[in-house]
């Protein structure tokens, strides 16, 4: 990994292992690595306006000899009071989106994506409340049928810090396409050191 700073702007480039295939008629997954064959990525972090950042990235690779993969994504954040705008003061909110593209894949080339919004406010008491939306598409080709992984997910929620603890409380309502019964009410408590 090697850094660079361009004024205002930070990118990052790097070279690490790719993920893999289990073999030749499968499709990839993004959990599984190999030692095999390498990737390369950079990503760019720059202010876009007052209390606006923009987070650019892209990574290509080859998950099987002689068949790519090119990751895509853009997140955009604010600070409270986004755009320096006072009415906004106790608002921040980012959102996302991310594409995998993988060429000469069995049955055809497709692509994973995801996205995101999410609104955050310090309106109420010493903490945050986060109301978030997102989708995430398994494959998406002209042959792909629905399944089960293609997810719209709502989450609300309240989280904050105690001393050097933060906690969150939130619940998380998902719609598949078709559809399981897995929403979830979470409490999760994570140390900042």
């Known amino acids: ?21 289990s073999d030749i008629n499968t499709a990839p997954t993004l959990s599984s690595s190999t030692t095999e064959r390498q990737a390369g990525g950079l990503r760019l972090t720059t202010p876009l306006m007052t209390n606006l950042t923009g987070i650019f990235s892209i990574y290509a690779g080859e998950y099987w000899p002689g068949r790519t993969a090119l990751l895509s994504g853009v997140d955009i954040y604010s600070e409270y009071k986004p755009f320096g ?3 906004l003061k106790n608002l921040r909110f980012a959102f996302g989106l991310a594409n995998a593209t993988f060429a000469e894949a069995p049955g055809g080339q497709f692509d994973r994506r995801g996205d995101f919004i999410e ?3 310090n309106l109420v008491g010493p903490g945050e409340t986060h109301l978030r939306y997102g ?30 603890i933060r906690v969150l409380a939130e619940y998380e309502w998902n719609f598949e396409e078709i559809e399981q019964d897995n929403d ?4 999760m408590a994570s140390l900042d050191f």
Request: glycine share 4%; no cysteine; charged share 20%.
């Open 184 to 187: 979830v009410f979470r409490i």
């Open 119 to 121: 609104f955050v406010s």
């Open 85 to 87: 705008l006072n009415f």
């Open 1 to 21: 990994n090697v850094a660079w700073h361009l004024g205002k702007m930070e990118l990052d480039t790097y070279w690490v292992n790719t993920f893999d295939a």
């Open 135 to 164: 989708t995430y598409i398994d494959e998406d080709n002209t042959l792909a049928i629905e399944n089960q992984s293609d997810t719209h997910a709502f989450a609300l929620g309240y989280r904050m810090s105690v001393d050097v």
